[in-house]
Protein backbone atom coordinates (compact mmCIF):
# COMPACT_ATOMS: atom_id res chain seq x y z
CA UNK A 1 0.00 0.00 0.00
CA UNK A 2 0.87 3.33 -1.01
CA UNK A 3 3.27 6.04 1.17
CA UNK A 4 -0.05 8.33 0.38
CA UNK A 5 -3.24 6.30 1.02
CA UNK A 6 -1.47 5.48 4.74
CA UNK A 7 -1.25 9.17 5.44
CA UNK A 8 -4.58 9.64 4.41
CA UNK A 9 -5.78 6.78 6.93
CA UNK A 10 -4.11 8.44 9.68
CA UNK A 11 -5.41 11.61 8.48
CA UNK A 12 -8.93 10.28 8.40
CA UNK A 13 -8.48 8.38 11.56
CA UNK A 14 -7.31 11.91 13.59
CA UNK A 15 -10.30 13.49 11.87
CA UNK A 16 -12.88 10.85 12.81
CA UNK A 17 -11.97 11.92 16.75
CA UNK A 18 -11.82 15.16 16.54
CA UNK A 19 -15.85 14.45 15.01
CA UNK A 20 -16.51 11.87 17.14
CA UNK A 21 -15.27 14.42 20.09
CA UNK A 22 -17.46 16.90 18.65
CA UNK A 23 -20.84 14.63 18.80
CA UNK A 24 -19.72 14.39 22.37
CA UNK A 25 -20.01 17.58 23.16
CA UNK A 26 -23.90 17.89 21.43
CA UNK A 27 -24.77 14.59 23.58
CA UNK A 28 -23.64 16.71 26.69
CA UNK A 29 -25.47 20.07 25.66
CA UNK A 30 -28.93 17.29 25.11
CA UNK A 31 -27.90 16.58 29.13
CA UNK A 32 -27.98 19.97 30.11
CA UNK A 33 -31.02 21.16 28.19
CA UNK A 34 -32.35 18.23 29.87
CA UNK A 35 -31.88 19.06 33.21
CA UNK A 36 -32.96 22.96 32.63
CA UNK A 37 -36.33 21.15 31.52
CA UNK A 38 -36.35 18.84 34.82
CA UNK A 39 -35.59 21.75 36.75
CA UNK A 40 -38.37 23.47 35.00
CA UNK A 41 -41.07 20.92 35.76
CA UNK A 42 -39.80 20.77 39.17
CA UNK A 43 -40.44 24.63 39.76
CA UNK A 44 -44.07 24.35 37.95
CA UNK A 45 -44.56 21.55 40.18
CA UNK A 46 -43.23 23.65 43.66
CA UNK A 47 -45.76 26.07 42.76
CA UNK A 48 -48.46 24.21 41.61
CA UNK A 49 -48.59 20.18 43.61
CA UNK A 50 -45.97 17.53 43.46
CA UNK A 51 -47.06 13.52 42.63
CA UNK A 52 -49.56 12.53 45.27
CA UNK A 53 -49.77 9.46 47.45
CA UNK A 54 -53.21 9.04 48.96
CA UNK A 55 -53.64 6.82 51.84
CA UNK A 56 -56.48 5.77 53.83
CA UNK A 57 -59.24 6.03 55.03
CA UNK A 58 -58.39 5.04 58.62
CA UNK A 59 -58.73 5.45 62.21
CA UNK A 60 -56.81 6.34 64.97
CA UNK A 61 -56.73 5.46 68.24
CA UNK A 62 -54.93 6.93 71.14
CA UNK A 63 -55.11 4.92 73.75
CA UNK A 64 -53.27 3.79 76.81
CA UNK A 65 -53.22 1.08 79.62
CA UNK A 66 -52.18 -0.35 83.04
CA UNK A 67 -49.25 -2.56 82.03
CA UNK A 68 -47.27 -4.32 85.21
CA UNK A 69 -43.20 -4.65 84.55
CA UNK A 70 -40.45 -5.86 86.90
CA UNK A 71 -38.02 -3.82 88.16
CA UNK A 72 -34.40 -5.34 89.98
CA UNK A 73 -32.89 -3.62 92.57
CA UNK A 74 -29.35 -2.56 92.83
CA UNK A 75 -29.35 -5.55 96.08
CA UNK A 76 -30.97 -8.24 93.81
CA UNK A 77 -34.38 -8.00 94.87
CA UNK A 78 -37.13 -7.85 92.44
CA UNK A 79 -40.66 -6.03 92.44
CA UNK A 80 -42.77 -4.90 90.35
CA UNK A 81 -44.46 -2.03 89.54
CA UNK A 82 -47.74 -0.73 87.53
CA UNK A 83 -47.36 1.86 84.77
CA UNK A 84 -49.57 3.30 82.05
CA UNK A 85 -48.40 2.12 78.36
CA UNK A 86 -49.42 3.60 74.96
CA UNK A 87 -51.48 1.38 73.28
CA UNK A 88 -52.11 3.85 69.92
CA UNK A 89 -52.98 2.30 66.72
CA UNK A 90 -54.30 1.95 63.37
CA UNK A 91 -57.40 0.56 62.32
CA UNK A 92 -57.45 -0.73 58.99
CA UNK A 93 -60.78 -0.50 56.56
CA UNK A 94 -62.54 -4.20 55.75
CA UNK A 95 -63.24 -2.66 52.46
CA UNK A 96 -62.24 -0.08 49.81
CA UNK A 97 -64.24 0.48 46.74
CA UNK A 98 -63.04 3.44 44.53
CA UNK A 99 -63.47 5.14 41.51
CA UNK A 100 -61.37 8.14 39.63
CA UNK A 101 -60.95 10.24 36.85
CA UNK A 102 -57.98 12.35 35.83
CA UNK A 103 -58.15 15.25 34.28
CA UNK A 104 -54.62 16.13 32.81
CA UNK A 105 -53.55 20.12 31.60
CA UNK A 106 -50.42 21.01 30.77
CA UNK A 107 -48.45 24.40 32.60
CA UNK A 108 -45.63 26.05 30.44
CA UNK A 109 -42.47 27.53 31.63
CA UNK A 110 -40.69 29.44 29.13
CA UNK A 111 -40.85 26.42 26.38
CA UNK A 112 -40.84 24.06 28.86
CA UNK A 113 -43.85 21.94 29.81
CA UNK A 114 -45.56 20.13 32.66
CA UNK A 115 -48.61 17.48 33.05
CA UNK A 116 -50.74 18.76 35.26
CA UNK A 117 -53.84 17.09 36.66
CA UNK A 118 -56.97 16.96 38.78
CA UNK A 119 -58.20 13.71 39.84
CA UNK A 120 -61.98 13.70 41.11
CA UNK A 121 -62.24 10.71 43.73
CA UNK A 122 -65.27 8.38 45.26
CA UNK A 123 -64.15 6.17 48.35
CA UNK A 124 -67.00 3.97 49.60
CA UNK A 125 -65.02 2.54 52.91
CA UNK A 126 -66.31 0.44 55.69
CA UNK A 127 -64.29 0.05 58.67
CA UNK A 128 -64.66 -2.63 61.50
CA UNK A 129 -65.95 -1.97 64.61
CA UNK A 130 -63.58 -2.09 67.61
CA UNK A 131 -63.79 -2.96 71.19
CA UNK A 132 -60.86 -1.97 73.52
CA UNK A 133 -59.15 -4.52 75.65
CA UNK A 134 -60.12 -4.84 79.16
CA UNK A 135 -58.15 -2.25 81.08
CA UNK A 136 -57.14 0.06 78.23
CA UNK A 137 -58.59 3.17 77.51
CA UNK A 138 -59.33 4.97 74.26
CA UNK A 139 -58.85 8.64 74.91
CA UNK A 140 -59.38 9.91 71.47
CA UNK A 141 -60.16 8.81 68.05
CA UNK A 142 -60.25 10.01 64.77
CA UNK A 143 -61.24 9.16 60.93
CA UNK A 144 -57.12 10.19 59.08
CA UNK A 145 -56.18 10.27 55.35
CA UNK A 146 -52.56 10.87 54.12
CA UNK A 147 -51.63 13.20 51.17
CA UNK A 148 -48.27 13.96 50.26
CA UNK A 149 -48.67 17.23 49.24
CA UNK A 150 -51.66 19.39 51.07
CA UNK A 151 -51.70 21.64 48.74
CA UNK A 152 -53.22 19.83 45.92
CA UNK A 153 -56.51 19.34 48.56
CA UNK A 154 -59.36 21.62 46.90
CA UNK A 155 -62.39 19.54 47.53
CA UNK A 156 -63.29 17.25 50.76
CA UNK A 157 -66.63 15.95 50.95
CA UNK A 158 -67.55 12.85 54.09
CA UNK A 159 -70.79 11.58 54.50
CA UNK A 160 -71.46 8.93 57.18
CA UNK A 161 -73.51 6.11 56.48
CA UNK A 162 -77.01 7.23 58.11
CA UNK A 163 -76.65 10.45 55.79
CA UNK A 164 -74.61 12.76 58.61
CA UNK A 165 -71.92 14.83 56.86
CA UNK A 166 -68.52 14.54 58.29
CA UNK A 167 -66.58 17.92 58.92
CA UNK A 168 -62.40 17.07 57.93
CA UNK A 169 -59.75 19.20 60.01
CA UNK A 170 -56.45 19.91 58.58
CA UNK A 171 -53.49 18.02 60.08
CA UNK A 172 -52.72 14.13 61.38
CA UNK A 173 -53.44 13.85 64.91
CA UNK A 174 -50.65 10.95 66.38
CA UNK A 175 -47.99 12.10 63.65
CA UNK A 176 -49.53 9.10 61.90
CA UNK A 177 -49.36 11.24 58.32
CA UNK A 178 -46.61 14.02 57.37
CA UNK A 179 -49.79 15.37 55.79
CA UNK A 180 -53.08 15.27 55.43
CA UNK A 181 -56.28 15.75 57.23
CA UNK A 182 -59.07 14.46 59.83
CA UNK A 183 -62.23 14.09 61.41
CA UNK A 184 -62.88 13.57 64.63
CA UNK A 185 -64.91 10.04 65.96
CA UNK A 186 -66.90 9.76 69.53
CA UNK A 187 -64.70 6.91 71.01
CA UNK A 188 -67.52 5.32 72.30
CA UNK A 189 -69.37 4.77 69.07
CA UNK A 190 -66.34 2.70 67.42
CA UNK A 191 -68.13 -0.70 68.48
CA UNK A 192 -70.60 -0.38 65.84
CA UNK A 193 -68.41 0.36 63.24
CA UNK A 194 -68.24 2.77 60.24
CA UNK A 195 -68.78 3.49 56.64
CA UNK A 196 -68.82 6.27 54.63
CA UNK A 197 -68.82 7.77 51.68
CA UNK A 198 -65.74 10.15 50.73
CA UNK A 199 -65.57 12.81 47.31
CA UNK A 200 -62.17 14.47 47.08
CA UNK A 201 -60.37 16.56 44.37
CA UNK A 202 -56.37 16.58 44.74
CA UNK A 203 -54.41 18.52 42.07
CA UNK A 204 -50.93 17.11 41.59
CA UNK A 205 -48.17 16.45 39.06
CA UNK A 206 -46.53 13.49 37.37
CA UNK A 207 -48.04 11.01 39.18
CA UNK A 208 -51.01 9.86 41.40
CA UNK A 209 -50.65 6.44 43.81
CA UNK A 210 -53.22 4.41 46.19
CA UNK A 211 -51.94 2.61 48.99
CA UNK A 212 -54.46 -0.52 49.71
CA UNK A 213 -54.94 -0.31 53.09
CA UNK A 214 -57.84 -2.05 53.13
CA UNK A 215 -58.12 -6.09 53.92
CA UNK A 216 -59.77 -5.72 50.31
CA UNK A 217 -59.53 -3.07 47.92
CA UNK A 218 -61.12 -2.29 44.37
CA UNK A 219 -59.91 1.01 42.85
CA UNK A 220 -60.81 2.13 38.69
CA UNK A 221 -59.26 4.94 37.37
CA UNK A 222 -59.99 6.51 34.01
CA UNK A 223 -58.49 9.55 31.83
CA UNK A 224 -58.62 11.12 28.84
CA UNK A 225 -54.56 11.26 28.70
CA UNK A 226 -53.35 7.99 25.90
CA UNK A 227 -49.94 6.66 27.67
CA UNK A 228 -50.02 6.37 30.81
CA UNK A 229 -47.29 4.03 32.77
CA UNK A 230 -48.76 2.09 35.88
CA UNK A 231 -46.72 1.79 38.41
CA UNK A 232 -46.25 0.37 41.97
CA UNK A 233 -46.06 -3.19 43.06
CA UNK A 234 -49.27 -4.28 41.38
CA UNK A 235 -50.43 -3.73 37.64
CA UNK A 236 -54.65 -3.16 36.78
CA UNK A 237 -56.45 -6.45 36.67
CA UNK A 238 -58.27 -5.00 33.97
CA UNK A 239 -56.97 -2.40 31.27
CA UNK A 240 -58.03 -0.80 28.29
CA UNK A 241 -55.72 1.84 26.42
CA UNK A 242 -56.15 3.52 23.34
CA UNK A 243 -56.16 7.16 21.48
CA UNK A 244 -59.25 8.76 23.70
CA UNK A 245 -57.24 7.49 27.15
CA UNK A 246 -57.42 4.97 29.37
CA UNK A 247 -59.22 3.13 32.27
CA UNK A 248 -57.65 0.67 34.56
CA UNK A 249 -58.83 -1.26 37.58
CA UNK A 250 -57.39 -2.80 40.67
CA UNK A 251 -58.62 -5.44 43.13
CA UNK A 252 -56.34 -5.83 45.62
CA UNK A 253 -56.47 -7.62 49.20
CA UNK A 254 -54.35 -8.43 52.45
CA UNK A 255 -52.83 -11.84 50.66
CA UNK A 256 -51.03 -9.76 48.32
CA UNK A 257 -50.48 -7.11 50.87
CA UNK A 258 -49.22 -8.63 53.44
CA UNK A 259 -52.10 -6.99 56.01
CA UNK A 260 -50.44 -4.72 58.42
CA UNK A 261 -47.38 -5.11 57.04
CA UNK A 262 -48.36 -2.53 54.57
CA UNK A 263 -48.28 0.40 57.10
CA UNK A 264 -44.56 -0.31 57.97
CA UNK A 265 -43.01 -0.69 55.05
CA UNK A 266 -41.94 2.61 54.02
CA UNK A 267 -39.65 4.59 51.65
CA UNK A 268 -37.39 7.13 51.55
CA UNK A 269 -38.99 10.62 52.31
CA UNK A 270 -41.98 8.53 54.20
CA UNK A 271 -44.09 7.66 51.27
CA UNK A 272 -45.17 3.57 51.83
CA UNK A 273 -43.88 1.39 49.54
CA UNK A 274 -46.71 -0.94 49.07
CA UNK A 275 -48.77 1.09 46.28
CA UNK A 276 -50.51 1.27 43.03
CA UNK A 277 -51.06 3.99 40.58
CA UNK A 278 -50.24 5.48 37.65
CA UNK A 279 -47.83 8.02 36.09
CA UNK A 280 -48.19 10.47 33.10
CA UNK A 281 -45.38 9.31 30.93
CA UNK A 282 -44.41 11.35 27.76
CA UNK A 283 -44.00 8.60 25.00
CA UNK A 284 -41.90 11.23 22.59
CA UNK A 285 -39.90 12.81 25.11
CA UNK A 286 -37.37 14.81 22.57
CA UNK A 287 -34.32 14.86 24.83
CA UNK A 288 -34.20 10.74 25.37
CA UNK A 289 -35.42 10.59 21.71
CA UNK A 290 -32.15 13.01 20.83
CA UNK A 291 -29.93 11.72 23.14
CA UNK A 292 -30.65 7.67 21.79
CA UNK A 293 -29.84 9.19 18.07
CA UNK A 294 -26.60 10.85 19.64
CA UNK A 295 -25.53 7.22 20.92
CA UNK A 296 -25.23 6.35 17.35
CA UNK A 297 -23.33 9.66 16.21
CA UNK A 298 -19.71 7.98 16.27
CA UNK A 299 -21.20 5.63 13.77
CA UNK A 300 -22.58 8.35 11.22
CA UNK A 301 -19.22 9.66 11.02
CA UNK A 302 -17.22 6.70 10.38
CA UNK A 303 -19.70 5.83 7.79
CA UNK A 304 -19.85 9.54 6.29
CA UNK A 305 -15.76 9.45 6.22
CA UNK A 306 -15.92 6.11 5.03
CA UNK A 307 -18.51 6.69 2.33
CA UNK A 308 -16.13 9.53 0.82
CA UNK A 309 -13.02 7.53 1.15
CA UNK A 310 -14.71 4.48 -0.88
CA UNK A 311 -15.56 7.32 -3.20
CA UNK A 312 -11.93 8.31 -3.27
CA UNK A 313 -10.34 5.14 -3.87
CA UNK A 314 -12.77 4.12 -6.61
CA UNK A 315 -12.76 7.11 -8.19
CA UNK A 316 -9.56 7.67 -8.26
CA UNK A 317 -10.53 11.42 -7.40
CA UNK A 318 -8.51 13.01 -3.82
CA UNK A 319 -10.81 14.75 -1.06
CA UNK A 320 -8.55 16.95 0.72
CA UNK A 321 -8.68 16.48 4.56
CA UNK A 322 -10.43 20.03 4.69
CA UNK A 323 -13.21 18.91 2.66
CA UNK A 324 -13.61 15.29 4.82
CA UNK A 325 -13.57 18.10 8.02
CA UNK A 326 -16.58 20.09 6.45
CA UNK A 327 -18.84 17.21 5.78
CA UNK A 328 -18.42 15.62 8.80
CA UNK A 329 -19.35 18.78 10.63
CA UNK A 330 -22.54 18.59 8.46
CA UNK A 331 -23.10 15.44 10.45
CA UNK A 332 -22.30 16.90 13.71
CA UNK A 333 -24.91 19.82 13.12
CA UNK A 334 -27.51 17.36 12.31
CA UNK A 335 -27.64 16.24 15.57
CA UNK A 336 -27.65 19.89 17.08
CA UNK A 337 -30.43 20.84 14.87
CA UNK A 338 -32.31 17.93 16.01
CA UNK A 339 -31.67 18.93 19.46
CA UNK A 340 -32.73 22.63 18.60
CA UNK A 341 -35.66 21.78 16.49
CA UNK A 342 -37.19 19.09 18.78
CA UNK A 343 -37.67 21.76 21.38
CA UNK A 344 -40.09 23.37 19.33
CA UNK A 345 -41.51 20.89 16.98
CA UNK A 346 -42.33 17.28 17.15
CA UNK A 347 -39.69 14.92 17.04
CA UNK A 348 -40.52 13.08 13.76
CA UNK A 349 -41.02 16.76 12.07
CA UNK A 350 -37.49 18.37 13.69
CA UNK A 351 -36.37 15.28 12.21
CA UNK A 352 -37.11 15.66 8.59
CA UNK A 353 -36.56 18.86 8.71
CA UNK A 354 -32.97 18.30 10.00
CA UNK A 355 -31.42 15.59 7.87
CA UNK A 356 -33.34 16.83 5.13
CA UNK A 357 -31.33 20.15 5.44
CA UNK A 358 -27.87 17.93 6.24
CA UNK A 359 -28.62 15.54 3.43
CA UNK A 360 -28.84 18.17 0.85
CA UNK A 361 -25.96 20.14 2.27
CA UNK A 362 -23.62 17.19 1.52
CA UNK A 363 -25.14 16.45 -2.03
CA UNK A 364 -24.76 19.74 -2.88
CA UNK A 365 -20.99 20.04 -1.76
CA UNK A 366 -20.87 16.49 -3.40
CA UNK A 367 -21.50 17.94 -6.66
CA UNK A 368 -17.88 19.54 -6.38
CA UNK A 369 -16.35 16.38 -5.50
CA UNK A 370 -18.27 14.60 -7.67
CA UNK A 371 -18.24 16.95 -10.78
CA UNK A 372 -21.96 16.50 -12.00
CA UNK A 373 -25.72 16.63 -10.44
CA UNK A 374 -26.80 13.03 -11.01
CA UNK A 375 -23.27 11.70 -9.72
CA UNK A 376 -24.79 13.90 -6.26
CA UNK A 377 -27.80 12.68 -6.05
CA UNK A 378 -27.07 9.29 -5.92
CA UNK A 379 -24.75 10.85 -3.29
CA UNK A 380 -27.96 12.36 -1.46
CA UNK A 381 -29.93 9.11 -1.90
CA UNK A 382 -27.43 6.90 -0.12
CA UNK A 383 -27.29 9.41 2.81
CA UNK A 384 -31.05 10.24 2.85
CA UNK A 385 -31.44 5.92 3.02
CA UNK A 386 -29.01 6.13 5.81
CA UNK A 387 -30.35 8.86 8.18
CA UNK A 388 -34.02 7.08 7.10
CA UNK A 389 -32.43 3.89 9.11
CA UNK A 390 -31.25 5.68 12.18
CA UNK A 391 -35.15 6.90 12.33
CA UNK A 392 -35.72 3.44 12.45
CA UNK A 393 -33.63 2.11 14.93
CA UNK A 394 -34.64 5.03 17.28
CA UNK A 395 -38.67 4.15 15.71
CA UNK A 396 -37.83 0.58 16.68
CA UNK A 397 -36.45 0.58 20.74
CA UNK A 398 -36.92 -3.50 21.04
CA UNK A 399 -35.33 -4.03 17.53
CA UNK A 400 -32.84 -1.52 17.66
CA UNK A 401 -29.80 -3.68 18.29
CA UNK A 402 -31.00 -6.67 15.63
CA UNK A 403 -31.66 -3.66 12.99
CA UNK A 404 -28.43 -1.71 13.51
CA UNK A 405 -26.99 -5.11 13.71
CA UNK A 406 -28.01 -6.08 9.51
CA UNK A 407 -27.61 -2.31 8.67
CA UNK A 408 -23.89 -2.90 9.42
CA UNK A 409 -23.48 -5.77 7.91
CA UNK A 410 -25.04 -4.64 4.86
CA UNK A 411 -23.05 -1.41 4.28
CA UNK A 412 -19.90 -4.09 4.88
CA UNK A 413 -21.15 -6.21 2.42
CA UNK A 414 -21.85 -3.32 -0.06
CA UNK A 415 -18.04 -2.07 0.67
CA UNK A 416 -16.65 -5.53 0.16
CA UNK A 417 -18.46 -5.68 -3.20
CA UNK A 418 -17.31 -2.19 -4.57
CA UNK A 419 -13.82 -2.81 -3.36
CA UNK A 420 -13.61 -6.44 -5.00
CA UNK A 421 -11.47 -5.78 -7.49
CA UNK A 422 -9.29 -2.75 -6.24
CA UNK A 423 -5.89 -2.23 -6.90
CA UNK A 424 -5.02 -1.46 -3.48
CA UNK A 425 -1.56 -1.29 -4.55
CA UNK A 426 -2.40 1.88 -6.35
CA UNK A 427 -5.49 2.73 -3.86
CA UNK A 428 -5.29 6.98 -3.57
CA UNK A 429 -3.36 7.72 -6.60
CA UNK A 430 -5.10 10.17 -8.24
CA UNK A 431 -5.88 9.42 -12.19
CA UNK A 432 -5.51 11.79 -14.60
CA UNK A 433 -8.96 12.56 -15.08
Not at 178 to 204: C, K, N, T, W
Not at 300 to 312: A, D, S
Request: a positive charge; one cysteine or more.
Amino acid sequence: MGKLLNTKLIALAVLALVLIFAVEKVAWKVQERQATRNEAVRSIADQYAHDQQLVGPLIWLKCSEPVSVSETDKDGSVRRRNVVSDCSRLVRPSQITGQGSLDVTERYRGIYKARVYLAGLKLDARLPAYRARPGQTIQEAHLVFGVSDPRGLKRIHLVAADGRPMQARPGVPGGTFGHGFHVPLDPARLDQGLSLAAELEIAGSGRLDFVPVAENNDFSLRSAWPHPGFAGRFLPETRAIGPDGFTARWRVNDFATGGDRVLAEREDGGRYATRLGVSLVDPVDAYSQTDRAVRYGFLFVLLTLGGFFLFELLKGRPVHPLQYLLIGFAVVLFFLLLLALSEHIAFALAYLIAASACVLLISAYGRTLIGQWRGAAALGSGYGLLYLGLYQLLASEDYALLMGAWLIFGLLALTMYLTRRLDWGRAGQATGK
